[in-house]
């Protein structure tokens, strides 16, 4: 199957599903990881057009560590908004991924990136098949499933899916440190909070108390969406 992970931004994927990608990538699955913000306002220090390029590359070489394709929408950070275009290029990164599976942000989420990401997301995703809906890349014929991650300390999410990632934890552990520039950001911006608290320890924590759920020393847990859609009653997720 081809696999995609849509975030807003770089380093959303891999604190939420990157477990679940390595999985799939293990199992031999084609993994796309897209975002659609380049992170440019990611630094306290450095300048918009820098950050932006920096956090790119951070996410490419996560991406490369499972053998995924990484893609970049790059717009900017926390400025991002929906109109023809916007859509449209979304529906063709939908449409060059071919995917089987989507997996992305939950609706209700505390940033407007998210939840515009995840919006979206929802809004194309019987639109890819229609011809008259032009885009460069070729309609692509199924309507993917799609499952949300879940937002930032699990807040009112009450999963449907688990998937075990005890044996991929530390590659997702990997791909999440490649982002480095947000360990100095979140130390510039909130007060007490260093770098293993704020990416490693809670992301270590979160999986522990979803994998105590289900059974497992770590999990990720996902909500199902459009059951009405999928391609198959068959359980997608790995």
């Known amino acids: 199957m081809n ?19 390595a999985k799939y990538a293990a199992q031999g699955h084609n993994v796309f990881i897209c975002t659609a913000t380049n992170g440019n306002i990611g630094s306290a220090t450095l300048p918009k057009e820098e950050i932006g390029r920096i956090r790119k590359e951070e996410a490419a070489k996560s991406a490369a560590i499972i053998g995924a394709e990484y893609i970049c929408l790059d717009y900017d950070d926390e400025l991002f908004y929906e109109d023809v275009n916007v859509r ?3 529906i063709n990164m939908v449409r060059h991924c ?13 940033n407007p990136d998210h939840m515009l990401t995840s919006k979206i997301i929802n809004d194309i995703q019987v639109m890819l098949p229609i011809a ?13 499933a799609v499952y949300y991650f879940e937002p930032a300390k699990g807040m009112g999410f009450i999963p449907t899916d688990y ?3 005890s044996d991929h934890f530390e590659t997702k552990r ?46 990720e847990a996902f909500i ?10 068959a359980r997608l997720l790995p």
Request: with cysteine; proline share 5%.
């Open 3 to 21: 696999i995609l992970a849509v975030g807003a931004h770089p380093d959303d994927i891999e604190l939420n599903c990157a477990g679940t990608l």
């Open 88 to 90: 449209i290029d979304f």
């Open 98 to 110: 071919r995917p089987h599976i989507i997996l992305t942000h939950n609706p209700h989420d505390y």
């Open 132 to 144: 008259k809906i032009e885009t460069k890349e070729k309609p692509w014929e199924i309507m993917p």
């Open 163 to 165: 998937v075990d990632i």
């Open 174 to 219: 990997k791909m999440l440190l490649c982002h480095q520039s947000q360990v100095q950001w979140m130390a510039d911006n909130y007060a007490g909070f260093s770098a293993e608290d704020t990416f490693i320890e809670d992301m270590k924590i979160t999986a522990a108390y979803r994998g105590m759920q289900c059974g497992v020393k770590y999990a």
């Open 224 to 233: 199902r969406c459009n059951d009405a859609y999928r391609m198959t009653a």
